[in-house]
């Protein structure tokens, strides 16, 4: 199970998606009448469709603390710039 939290920094708290596991998605159901559902298998998730499914959930995450007043301006943009997303 994924479960995104916050880690201390010295810049404040920062969001830290955990997207173990979302790699290992097999499938999805569909809901069919009568209460019947199907199994639908999708194809296995790369490495990189990972990484920028990460990416999109951080630049997301970072702008909401800004947002929210969480995250003053200035650190919002020097997060922004880290490459890894973690520095």
């Known amino acids: 199970m994924s479960t995104p939290s916050l880690s201390r920094t010295p810049l404040g708290f920062v969001p830290h998606p955990n997207l173990r596991g979302f790699e290992e998605l097999d499938g999805v159901f569909e809901h069919l009448n009568e209460g019947q559902v199907r199994f639908l298998h999708v194809p296995a998730i790369t490495p990189r469709q990972v990484a920028a499914i990460a990416e999109r959930v951080r630049r997301r995450m970072l702008s909401w603390l800004a947002r929210s007043g969480l995250l ?8 922004l710039a880290w490459n890894d997303g973690y520095r």
């Not at 301006?73 to 997060?79: G, L, Q, T």
Request: hydrophobic letters at 50%.
């Open 72 to 79: 003053d301006a200035d650190d919002f943009r020097a997060m």
